[in-house]
């Protein structure tokens, strides 16, 4: 996604240990006109996939999620990271481990939101090991509903989440994707096309 990728090129910020700090757009201050675009990007790569629902994690997954949602017009479901404080036979409850943070979080969503042979697609602003999209997976797979596919904006596939999500017979779309953040410098895979 042409767009896209000019404003990481224009805004983004590589940090040391392979992070890309993009707050003027996605992570902090959010550009409403670029989630739109984002929005109708995966919408035109799941046409006719039925979705029913789109799923993602807070926080900053909602951005990209709602405007997906919206131009698919079907509902959002974010999933908290907190424990709710409805009681547990209510909620589905799976484990993440994040490898940037170092610590295992428990995100969890209610059943009532999700019914089984729904078709459900998951957004999320990252993808580095894959874990949160895995974790949001299994909760899909939990309630007996399908995994349409998984909308990344920004896939850094020097990690393995992109890999080892399509080795497990999952559709990834991602709108950008990072070859390298080596020297402080973003390249893209694919280069040339686009
Ligand atoms: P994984 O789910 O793919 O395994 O990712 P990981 O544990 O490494 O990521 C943990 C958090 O860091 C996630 O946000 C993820 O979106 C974010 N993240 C990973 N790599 C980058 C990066 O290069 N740049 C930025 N800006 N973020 C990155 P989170 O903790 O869920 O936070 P949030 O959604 O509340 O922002
Ligand atoms: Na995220
Ligand atoms: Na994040």
Not at 37 to 60: N, P, Q, W
Not at 78 to 105: G, H, M, P, W
Not at 186 to 194: A, L, N, Q
């Amino acid at each position: 996604m042409k767009l896209l990728r000019q404003k990481v090129i224009n805004e983004g910020i590589v940090l040391g240990s392979g992070v890309l700090k993009v707050d003027s757009f996605l992570n902090h201050q959010m550009d409403p006109f670029l989630m739109r675009e984002v929005g109708r990007e995966f919408t035109r790569r799941f046409a006719g996939d039925e979705i029913t629902k789109v799923l993602t994690i807070e926080s900053s997954g909602i951005a990209p999620g709602i405007m997906t949602a919206l131009e698919l017009e079907v509902p959002l479901i974010f999933a908290r990271k907190q424990k709710s404080l409805t009681l547990t036979e209510d909620i589905y409850v799976e484990k993440v481990y994040s490898f940037t943070k170092k610590e295992s979080n428990e995100i969890t969503v209610s059943k009532k939101f999700i019914a089984p042979g729904e078709r459900v697609l998951i957004v999320d602003d990252f993808l580095a090991n894959g874990e949160a999209a895995f974790g949001l997976a299994r909760i899909v797979e939990q309630a007996g509903a399908s995994v349409a596919g998984i909308g990344i904006v920004i896939e850094k596939s020097f990690q393995p989440g992109g890999r080892l999500l399509q080795k497990a017979g999952y559709r990834v779309e991602s709108l950008v994707r990072i070859a390298s953040l080596e020297d402080g410098v973003v390249s893209f895979v694919d280069d040339e096309e686009e």
